[in-house]
């Protein structure tokens, strides 16, 4: 691993004294955290050498997924991840607001497409030019499934039939990186789109999109999908539709909601509407851990990434792993397992061994994919 080392200021060597002085060296997170493992023998020790040297490799915060599992498991209730998020927003601040990260180049072009008009907008219908509702399926299930974010939408429509769909990303990646004042932008944009369309509720397929909107102080209501779905009912064609099937499903949980139980139970809710039998992964529910996909450190360091995508994708019970996240679908597929999305099996028929699972959506297909749900839809 190459040293990228960067001098700390006071505030933040503080707060490293004030964290790693209250770890305990207990080994729990130890246990779940490759990205730990790899730099230190604990927190404690990690921090007291960054406070001594006055320095870190900024290859360090930048490896971490930000999921929050250190939390999850930590007898005083340390979240390493914000300590190496405030080391992220250091950098940026120190390097004209950017991200001193070459990886995070690629960051930088998905942003920036991904608010362009080719990939942002709000599609409905010419019939109804009152909006209520928008439909916020995010980018990574129009980048897996266009064909799923329309009849997703359609179904919708049945009981709320003036929803519209917002295309739009929540910014998340700009904010994970450090760049505040870029993703501040962003979500003042989409703010501005939401507000525009007089819409009192946005439905988030994404789980990043659901969490960060409801922190971000929008006008409209926030509303999961699943709790949504589980509300209202399936399609009647969906109901007990995986009773025969021979698949039995993990269930990866997304780690950005890992703390809300009502999201997780009513994506168990709708599993056993459709049918599909369940055994639930070594870690689930407030425990589950990140996909590899988390905290962008797929672009800084690919091999982490890999090695939590694999780790993760095989603490699943079954060869089968159910994601509610297309980004967690997409990993645990690169993991080395056969991995659908729930919505897949609510639109896509009926799954059995027999059928073949989609596995990792090329670049050019992901960005095809958004470009058709643009081309699929009237523009408001």
Known sequence: MVNKPIELDENILNELKSTGNRCVKCGACMKQCEMLRYFCKNPRSLF???VEEKSMNLYIPYSCSMCKTCKSVCPENLDL???????????VENNGGVSPMKGHRSVHMHQTLSFSRFFSGILGDESHKKIKRLFMPGCSLCAYNPELVFKTLEYLKKDFPETAMIIECCGKPSKIIGEEESYKQKITKLKRMADSSGALE??????????????CGLNQNIISLWNLLAKIGLPQEAKGIGKSSDIVFSIQDSCVTRYREDIQNSVRYI???????VVESLHYGKHT???GMGGMVSTTNPDISMQVMEDTANSG?????LTYCASCRESMSMGGKKSLHLLDLIFGGK??????VPGKTSLYKSWMNRYKIMRGGYRI
């Open 202 to 215: 946005i439905v988030t397929a994404c789980q990043s999109c659901f969490l960060l909107l409801k922190e």
């Open 351 to 356: 799954w059995d061994s027999k059928r073949e």
């Open 48 to 50: 007291k050498s960054a």
């Open 289 to 291: 851990h990140c996909c």
């Open 271 to 277: 599993v056993d509407e459709l049918g599909y039998k």
């Open 81 to 91: 991840g914000d300590v190496f998020m405030n080391i992220r927003k250091y950098a």
């Open 317 to 321: 019970s079954t060869d089968y792993l």
